[in-house]
């Protein structure tokens, strides 16, 4: 689950929601290798879902990309994806101050 998608996969996950005219993915590939961490969850070998923070490493931490194939939606799939993102940046951001609630 931990994993950065391939390019294959994010294209497949933005297309499905209809994304994939708004990315440039001539350098998507660039930008999902430098992710700070990422998230994929699949069903039968298939991507199903995603999310990735980006940032630089030290102040700023963004969530981005939270993806759900429209068919797997309502299995909490979206609340996993988001609650390991939050994991991650709880154990690894040194100035953790959450500013949501759960």
Not at 28 to 48: C, G, Q
Request: aromatic share 10%; charged share 25%.
């Amino acid at each position: 689950m931990n994993k950065t998608p391939t390019l294959d996969e994010y294209k497949y996950l933005c297309s499905v929601v209809g994304l994939d005219n708004h990315i440039n993915f001539n350098v998507a590939e660039i930008s999902l290798e430098n992710s700070i961490f990422a998230v994929t969850v699949k069903s039968s070998d298939k991507v199903i879902g995603m999310g990735r923070i980006v940032g630089d490493g030290a102040i700023y931490f963004y969530i981005q990309d939270v993806i759900v194939h429209p068919s797997y939606r309502g299995m909490d799939i979206g609340k996993k994806i988001m609650n390991t993102l939050v994991k991650y940046l709880k154990e690894n951001e040194p100035n953790w101050k959450p500013k949501i609630k759960n």
